[in-house]
């Protein structure tokens, strides 16, 4: 069986560890940076990437999670997750390096704030109907290289994106009862498994 992590230093973690194990996989929650020996994919869960970044430091996540990715092993970043992952954060300020996997450039809170959440049906590549997207002080990527897959917009803004063994989205997949987001990414992280 395919093993999932979630990264669990913050951030919005049970909810994914509910949509993986519907998807048929094992669900572990990730707070040790051994823990990803024995993983085929993880999760970067929503939540606030200041805190994230800083934790992910002081925990000793950064190496290891990029050896994870060079290994060509699935990450999947969601909103706080998707800036993390990216390359180039417009105006970032913070002293702490970031992942910075993802040749995208994201933008921090592009929707608004807290109280300007929203529920979106988007088109996906990959899914056959709409999915209902949840945008929580939502970040969107404001440009991609060749490399890089656009699978969605939102009012002409990328909010989904693929690039090999990596995928972002800007919104909370986790937070509706339609369990293809993850299911997206548990055949990724299937297909990586059986490609090593
Ligand atoms: N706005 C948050 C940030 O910049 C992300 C919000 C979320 O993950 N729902 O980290």
Same mark, same amino acid.
């Given at each position: 069986?395919?093993?999932?992590? &979630? @990264?669990?230093?913050?951030?919005?973690?049970?909810?994914?560890? %509910?949509?993986i #194990?519907k998807?048929?996989a094992?669900?572990?929650?990730v707070?040790? !940076?051994?823990?990803?020996?024995?993983?085929?994919g @993880?999760?970067?869960?929503g939540?606030?990437s200041?805190?994230?970044?800083?934790?992910?430091?002081?925990? *000793?996540?950064?190496? !290891?999670?990029?050896?994870?990715?060079?290994?060509?092993?699935?990450?999947f970043?969601?909103?706080?997750?998707? =800036? +993390?992952l990216?390359?180039?954060i417009?105006?970032?300020?913070? #002293?702490?390096?970031?992942?910075?996997l993802?040749?995208?450039?994201?933008?921090?809170n592009?929707?608004?704030?807290?109280?300007?959440?929203?529920?979106? *049906?988007?088109? +996906?590549?990959?899914l056959?109907?709409?999915? !209902?997207a =949840?945008?929580?002080?939502?970040? %969107? +990527?404001?440009s991609?290289n060749?490399? &890089?897959? &656009?699978?969605s917009?939102?009012?002409?803004? +990328?909010v989904? &994106?693929r690039?090999?063994? @990596? @995928?972002?989205?800007?919104? %909370?997949?986790?937070?509706?009862?339609?369990?293809?987001?993850?299911?997206?990414?548990?055949?990724?992280?299937?297909?990586?498994?059986?490609?090593?």
């Amino acid at each position: 069986m395919v093993k999932i992590g &979630v @990264l669990a230093l913050q951030g919005a973690v049970s909810e994914h560890l %509910h949509h993986i #194990e519907k998807c048929g996989a094992e669900a572990v929650s990730v707070k040790k !940076p051994e823990q990803l020996d024995d993983l085929d994919g @993880l999760i970067l869960p929503g939540g606030e990437s200041t805190t994230i970044r800083k934790l992910m430091l002081k925990y *000793g996540f950064l190496e !290891p999670i990029r050896a994870f990715a060079k290994k060509g092993k699935a990450l999947f970043g969601t909103c706080a997750g998707m =800036i +993390i992952l990216a390359k180039d954060i417009e105006g970032d300020t913070e #002293e702490e390096e970031s992942l910075g996997l993802m040749d995208v450039k994201v933008r921090r809170n592009s929707f608004g704030r807290q109280v300007d959440s929203f529920e979106a *049906g988007l088109d +996906i590549t990959g899914l056959d109907a709409p999915f !209902p997207a =949840i945008f929580i002080r939502a970040p %969107h +990527i404001l440009s991609v290289n060749d490399h &890089v897959e &656009v699978l969605s917009t939102c009012d002409d803004r +990328i909010v989904a &994106v693929r690039q090999g063994n @990596l @995928l972002a989205t800007s919104f %909370h997949p986790e937070l509706t009862d339609d369990y293809r987001m993850i299911g997206l990414f548990v055949d990724m992280a299937r297909e990586a498994k059986v490609k090593a």
